[in-house]
């Protein structure tokens, strides 16, 4: 298992509670800002694994976008709010039979799945989006981390997310290093509301 389960983290996964959480806690904003630094509001074609409720469509309209998420509320509502023939959205895990469906990409997000994986599901994952990444594409990853010397507020809440595979720098890298030639890893220590992020570029 990868994920909690019980009725309070069910209840934090719905969308209209999930969106209230992130905005209180600025993942939104974070998010907000990876997405307008990395990618501009073009026609890009963009895979968005875990996508939750297709927020960062809020910052890139013009992009052609395949999300995936195994929560079908979340994908009930990506569906109704981003309703656009541009705009695809399945409620099923990303496996290899979803490969033949989908086009060659020019970003790949992970926002806040791999703490969500084991390292069995996340090899498979970083392997079948590697197939699907253009030559001069980039795959961008966010989640939690566990650091030394953290904030106690950033860790008490980092220990109980819903993902079970929060990791440390060395282990999250090396899920990534087997796959990409170039990695830029960040570590953000937000002071309000106290939380620590790892952010990765990777590319092919
Ligand atoms: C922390 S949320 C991130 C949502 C969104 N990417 C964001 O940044 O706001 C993690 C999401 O991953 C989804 N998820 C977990 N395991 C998954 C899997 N194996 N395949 C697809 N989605 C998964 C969950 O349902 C949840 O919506």
């Known amino acids: 298992m990868s994920q909690r389960i019980s009725v309070l983290y069910n209840l934090i996964n719905s969308p209209f509670v999930y969106r209230l959480i992130q905005k209180l806690m600025s ?9 307008q630094k990395n990618i501009k509001n073009r026609k890009f074609k963009i895979l968005d694994i875990g996508c939750g409720p297709a927020e960062i469509l809020d910052y890139i309209p013009k992009c052609e976008y395949y999300g995936y998420d195994i929560d079908k509320r979340s994908i009930n509502y ?6 656009n023939s541009n705009y695809h959205f399945f409620c099923k895990k990303f496996n290899k039979n979803e490969l033949f469906r989908l086009p060659k990409f020019d970003f790949i997000i992970l926002f806040g799945i791999l703490h969500h994986l084991n390292n069995k599901e996340a090899k498979i994952i970083l392997t ?7 030559k001069k594409s980039k795959l ?19 220990n109980r997310d819903r993902g079970l595979n929060v990791r440390k ?6 899920l990534l290093k087997p ?8 570590i953000t220590r937000q002071l309000f509301i106290p939380y620590t992020w790892f952010t990765v570029i990777c590319k092919k």
Do not use: W
């Open 27 to 35: 993942g939104t904003s974070f998010r907000k800002k990876i997405v």
């Open 78 to 83: 990506a569906r109704k709010k981003y309703s």
């Open 128 to 134: 079948l989006c590697k197939k699907k990444m253009k």
């Open 140 to 158: 961008l990853t966010e989640d939690p981390i566990l650091i030394k010397n953290q904030n106690m507020i950033a860790r008490f809440l980092i």
């Open 169 to 174: 720098k060395k282990e999250y890298l090396s």
């Open 179 to 186: 796959h990409f030639k170039y990695l830029n890893a960040k």
